[in-house]
């Protein structure tokens, strides 16, 4: 996933702002390497984290009736 800025004195700064923001979606291991020029995008930076998944997986034939 990549970030694009324009100034690196700006972006550097909203790093914590970025990482607050996913602890607070419930984000685990939040990892933003330094910003660095890039042909296509002008500056970009590597952006990982994981993001739990809240998905409750039912069986076709597992539906409640009343019987």
């Keep these: 996933m990549f970030y694009q ?7 550097d700064n909203a790093v914590n702002f970025i990482e607050s923001f996913h ?5 685990k291991e939040f990892k933003c ?5 890039y042909d296509k995008f ?3 930076c590597d952006v ?6 809240k998905i409750c997986f039912v ?3 597992d539906t ?3 019987q």
């Design 5 to 11: 800025g324009c100034r690196n004195k700006v972006s």
């Design 33 to 37: 390497s330094s910003w660095c020029p």
């Design 48 to 53: 990982s984290f994981q993001h739990p998944i």
């Design 23 to 27: 602890r607070r979606c419930g984000d």
């Design 64 to 66: 409640t009736r009343d």
């Design 59 to 61: 069986g076709y034939r």
């Design 42 to 44: 002008g500056h970009v």
